[in-house]
């Protein structure tokens, strides 16, 4: 068995062939579980932070792509995804997402709070109403709430995405454990491949 970056690998364990796959589960980048939607809203957060750390940049390869022309790139993007969120809110309906069905509306609005929010943050720090934007800003104003515009910190919107990704894996590999009879649990070898920093890999 490998786990990774990527999910949970099994493999028969043959030692002729290089192992034929048993089962496996995505834990990440598979859009039919909601990770790819959940992640997409939850990284607004660290892109809003990237935009305060490049301060006044211009691009020395390529003058046209500033940090404005980045806020604005993301302000778009962040509206696009709110007006398609508008037009298909039973998108949810179709994932295999264990995770989101007994309280999809709480979701949905979730996630529309959370555009929203960020639209709103990133607009209104594009145009300076904030006497700077600093990581400091994007802390207090955008991750805590400390505004009154806010009524609910985009911190709990990403601890929110986060959770209901990983309910779902892990409810994707409890049913992989119980339902696969192939698989000899007692005796399997496990890699844990997790390329993170200096670590490269651990068994």
């Known amino acids: 068995m490998t786990v990774n970056g990527f999910g949970v690998f099994v493999y028969d364990g043959s030692p002729d062939t290089a192992g034929k796959t048993l089962d496996c589960v995505l834990t990440r980048s598979d859009a039919e ?5 959940m992640t997409a809203l939850s990284h607004v957060g660290p ?6 750390a490049l301060g006044d940049w ?14 604005q790139a993301l302000i778009d993007r962040v509206a696009v995804a709110r007006d398609a969120l508008a037009a298909d809110p039973d998108w949810i309906d179709a ?10 509306d709480d979701i949905i609005r979730m996630m ?11 607009t209104r720090a594009q145009s300076g109403a904030f006497n700077g934007y600093t990581s400091q800003t994007v802390a207090d104003v955008f991750y805590d709430g400390k505004d009154a515009a806010y009524a609910i910190p985009f911190n709990n919107v990403m601890i929110g995405t986060f959770m209901l990704a990983a309910m779902n894996s892990v409810d994707h590999l409890r049913k992989m454990v119980a339902d696969n009879p192939q698989i000899d649990w007692k005796n399997a070898r496990v890699l844990v491949h997790m390329p993170i920093g200096s670590n490269s890999a651990a068994a």
Do not use: C
Not at 58 to 69: S, Y
Not at 112 to 122: A, H, I, N, V
């Open 47 to 52: 892109a809003a932070a990237y935009l305060a």
């Open 95 to 104: 994932l295999d997402a264990v995770s989101g069905r007994d309280h999809k």
């Open 33 to 37: 579980s909601g990770f790819v939607q």
């Open 112 to 122: 529309d709070y959370g555009l929203w929010m960020s639209e709103g943050f990133l």
């Open 58 to 71: 211009t691009d020395p390869e390529n003058p046209k792509i500033t940090t404005q022309t980045l806020f």
